[in-house]
């Protein structure tokens, strides 16, 4: 329904976690910034490395993600930050 007008569904912060590697898709040295974390909430996306915020995007504005946000959107960024922190600091179940 969401492609025909519809409303968008409701969820949780979605996050995502990159490796470091020292070549980046093995064509050269990683882009500055480089994140390495991700959080994802509505029509913001935050970038971090090392739980550090490098971006913020207001993906609804700003599809391409070419103007970054960083420190105009205190609050979004620190709900952000917040919920990327408590999920690196989460126990995680070994796969057996």
Do not use: C
């Not at 959080?39 to 070419?66: C, I, M, V």
């Amino acid at each position: 329904s969401l492609l025909q007008g519809g409303k968008q569904i409701e969820r949780d912060i979605l996050m995502w976690q990159m490796d470091l590697h020292p070549q980046f898709q093995n064509q050269g040295p990683k882009p500055t910034p480089y994140a390495t974390s991700v959080a994802l909430y509505g029509q913001w996306k935050l970038l971090a490395d090392s739980l550090h915020p490098t971006e913020l995007f207001n993906l609804e504005a700003d599809q391409r993600e070419l103007y970054n946000q960083l420190g105009k959107e205190p609050e979004i960024e620190k709900e952000l930050l917040d919920a990327m922190q408590e999920f690196h600091a989460a126990d995680r179940k070994k796969w057996e």
